[in-house]
Structures are given as C-alpha cells and as structure tokens.
C-alpha cells in the first residue's frame, strides 16, 4: 500500500514522527505523567519502524492525551448536582 492510500485508510499514527502508522507492536507505552494520581499514563503508543530502529527514549513518548496537555482531575463531579 502506497504512502497516500496509507494515510487515506488509516487513523493511527507514530507518536515520535507523526506519520501514518499502521504497525503495532506492544512494546512502547506513553512516558507522561498523571499530575493527580502521581504516576505514569502508560497508555500503549505506536512508534513506526523507523523510528523504533532509533531506539526513541522511553520517557519523551507521549500518547495523544498527554500530547494536547490533558490531566487527570483532582475530584469526581457530584452527579446529582447536575440533575
């Protein structure tokens, strides 16, 4: 499948150079934190072949969330208030 119909078809995408990816294999995972929790998001993250030949850091991968900054809250909404 050729670079333009990969892009057309698929969704996915390599979080160190942002190209359309399609390859997953399991062994990366997000290095962000959870400013509430204190702990890693370690939410699963595609790196293409090119760039796992690289060996990318661990930590400097980042999943969409923890890319456009989203946080995890301190508190749960009270849902009967919002009755």
């Known amino acids: 499948m050729g ?3 990969l892009a057309g078809d698929v969704d996915s995408y390599c979080c160190v150079c942002h190209q359309p990816c ?8 997000c290095g962000g934190w959870l400013p509430a ?4 998001c ?3 993250v595609i790196v293409c072949k090119g760039c796992a030949q690289h060996q990318p850091d ?7 969330l923890c890319e456009q900054g989203f ?3 301190n508190s749960k909404p ?6």
């Open 22 to 29: 399609d390859y997953y294999r399991g062994q990366h995972f």
């Open 3 to 5: 670079g333009a119909a």
């Open 37 to 40: 929790s204190s702990s890693k």
């Open 78 to 83: 009270n849902l009967a208030e919002l009755q």
């Open 71 to 73: 946080y995890m809250p």
């Open 58 to 64: 661990p930590k400097a991968l980042r999943c969409p």
């Open 42 to 44: 370690y939410v699963p």
